[in-house]
């Protein structure tokens, strides 16, 4: 009987791990976890100098985005 509430106990353990795991993941892919309130509120106490630097460092980075699309499109 104990042994049989310990397999139980681990098969549950090992799902619920899984499924876990399996919400990270996603997360990640689906990018949940930028905080883009975080950067307006910064937005607010930076100088003029920090905004556009921050500004400058998002348009290259969409940029950058959307080259390796292109090329990952291009090379299919």
């Known amino acids: 009987m104990d042994d049989l509430v310990l397999a139980i106990m681990l098969g549950i353990s090992i799902?619920?791990?899984a499924c876990g795991?399996?919400?990270v993941i996603?997360?990640?892919k689906n990018?949940?976890?930028?905080?883009?309130?975080k950067f307006l509120d910064g937005a607010s106490f930076d100088g003029e100098d920090a905004?556009?630097?921050a500004y400058e460092l998002?348009?290259?980075k969409k940029?950058?985005?959307k080259k390796r699309k292109e090329k990952s499109?291009?090379?299919s």
Do not use: M, V
């Open 58 to 60: 998002e348009k290259r």
């Open 51 to 53: 905004l556009n630097d």
């Open 63 to 65: 940029e950058a985005i």
């Open 26 to 28: 996603w997360g990640i």
């Open 21 to 23: 795991l399996f919400g």
């Open 15 to 17: 799902l619920i791990g």
């Open 31 to 37: 990018h949940q976890f930028e905080d883009y309130r």
């Open 73 to 75: 499109y291009g090379s």
